[in-house]
């Protein structure tokens, strides 16, 4: 074994290469990008009183987010990503929905008292009181444009359309058969809104054709947690227990895809962008969803696969994305607000198209140059970074030299090979000693060995006399060593050990190589003759 593994180590071998699994594959230009939202150093850890029910992001730029937690609305702003201003005393009851409207000055939200809330974002004074669900509201959605309509839904299985204006109801959406608890407007039309139920049922509604009620039902299979129009318009995507699926509103309610890659319930879903101008995936909108088991999943819905995954320590209950691809947000169920920022190239910053308007580089503070003239100059600390014109002085690295390299500097010959013989490297052994014969002292050092050390060498000299990089020089070293020390080997069963050892391996070498001599004898004539023919 000891043979073996000195082999190993003299003669290193190349390993083949192994299939690599799906984990250890090399990442993606797509999954390089969701990886890039990380959070700023220098922004303290969001952690809201309670469970983070719904996120909604302002279309207008710098697109600030709002997150409803307890009575509570919290604005966060979208350069920043700090704590903007706090809404809480317009609410009797937990926040469970909001939405921004279209400019960006109010935001709807709806409680569990039943009343939804018009509120103006820079005096937080609630400009509406919009009446009249009996049981806790569970979705307020603005229209794409309109500033004068709202929809809510709530567990009392109504859909509410609104005027806000007059803080009267338009229409009762009646249909569902039990509680709704998520919905969109389309991005195309103000007047077509999408709805999801516990009833299993996904409606769509056109207030301006409400005769015959909903005007398309999608059937998702188990209770709706959200659903959402993606961009074109001709499709929504539904989210109910650990699946997410795609239909085709154009087609009559076609079911495309379904995606089933969490294990356990979807709790919101949202649509991201990648915010690139180069390359396969730029400008291409994706589906995010959140759920209770941790993740977070990039969906592609026009290739149907899952692109980019991404693990949190709790469970999560809400999604959101900016228009401009900087900022992703994703709330817990503890109230952690996990948020992530994008940095922002020079040649990303040409307005982006899409849903939501193009932006500009955020503006960074200026730092104040140092100068020679300032106190702050000369109080720099060694993480300091140099400047263009700063001259460089830089230390010397330390060569680190072996234990045996520093005996042989200072002539201490014997120390040396004792030191080498007590390594693992056969390589070190013989260069000390080709080192020694070149100064005239290894026959010195071997005479002067004790019986330990003795043992060292002569284990060393059984182990790689017989290998062929060292075999010259160690045969007739072997030789000198065994006339120089007869007399202590004979008193030490030890020593006589490492002999019988030797002799033996000798001998077996001695027996392969005779056996080669054969095998070369038989095969020399016939490759002669085969080369005649």
């Not at 690599?20 to 969701?34: D, F, L, Q």
Request: aromatic letters at 8%; glycine letters at 6%; proline letters at 5%.
């Amino acid at each position: 074994m000891a043979e073996n593994q000195s082999i190993a180590r003299t003669f290193p071998v190349k390993p083949k290469l192994k299939p690599t699994s799906a984990n250890s594959t090399t990442p993606t230009p797509e999954s390089k990008y969701w990886r890039s939202f990380k959070t700023p150093k220098d922004l303290q850890s969001q952690t809201l009183v309670s469970a983070i029910t719904s996120l909604s992001v302002s279309p207008i730029s710098p697109h600030d987010f709002a997150a409803t937690h307890s009575a509570t609305v919290s604005i966060f702003s979208g350069q920043t990503l700090e704590p903007k201003t706090t809404i809480s005393s317009a609410f009797k009851d937990t926040v469970t929905s909001a939405s921004f409207r279209s400019d960006g000055c109010l935001i709807a939200a709806g409680d569990l008292s039943g009343a939804v809330q018009v509120l103006d974002l820079k005096s937080r004074v609630p400009l509406r009181r919009l009446r009249g669900h009996t049981r806790p509201v569970r979705v307020v959605r603005y229209p794409r444009a309109d500033k004068l309509h709202l929809l809510s839904g709530g567990d009392d299985a109504v859909v509410k359309y609104w005027d806000i204006t007059t803080e009267s109801k338009i229409y009762d959406l009646l249909g569902h058969k039990d509680y709704v608890r998520c919905g969109d407007a389309s991005p195309v039309s103000d007047d077509m809104f999408v709805s999801g139920s516990y009833d299993h049922t996904v409606k769509v509604w056109d207030v301006r054709v409400l005769n015959s009620g909903s005007v398309m039902e999608f059937d998702h299979g188990k209770p709706v947690e959200d659903v959402i129009y993606l961009p074109s318009g001709g499709l929504v995507a539904t989210a109910g227990a650990n699946s997410v699926k795609i239909w085709d509103v154009l087609g009559g309610g076609k079911l495309l895809y379904t995606m089933e890659s969490h294990n356990k319930t979807v709790t919101s879903i949202c649509v991201g962008k990648i915010g690139k101008e180069s390359g396969e995936e730029a400008q291409q909108y994706r589906i995010l969803s959140v759920s209770l088991d941790g993740y977070m999943k990039v969906f592609d819905y026009a290739k149907f696969r899952i692109t980019h995954s991404m693990r949190f320590p709790n469970p999560l209950m809400s999604v959101g994305f900016s228009p401009d691809c900087s900022t992703r947000v994703i709330g817990a169920s503890n109230g952690t607000m996990y948020i992530g920022r994008r940095k922002v190239k020079d040649s990303e910053s040409l307005e982006l198209g899409g849903f939501g308007g193009g932006f500009a580089p955020l503006e960074e503070p200026q730092r104040r140059v140092l100068r020679p003239s300032y106190f702050r100059y000369f109080q720099r600390g060694q993480n300091e970074k140099p400047s263009e014109w700063d001259y460089l002085i830089k230390k010397p690295k330390k060569i680190k030299v072996a234990e045996h390299d520093k005996l042989l500097k200072k002539f201490m010959h014997k120390e040396a090979l004792v030191a080498a013989l007590s390594g693992k490297n056969p390589e070190n052994v013989v260069a000390v000693m080709e080192e020694l014969v070149a100064r005239k002292k290894l026959l010195r050092c071997v005479s002067n060995l004790e019986t330990e050390e003795l043992g060292l060498l002569l284990r060393f000299l059984q182990r790689y006399s017989t290998m062929l990089r060292f075999s010259r020089f160690l045969m007739g070293l072997t030789k000198k060593v065994i006339e120089m020390r007869t007399e202590d080997i004979k008193f030490s069963d030890e020593l006589r050990g490492h002999i019988r050892n030797l002799k033996r391996d000798v001998e077996e070498e001695i027996r392969v190589q005779q056996t080669l001599q054969q095998i070369q004898g038989i095969v020399c004539p016939l490759l002669k003759i085969a080369a005649r023919r």
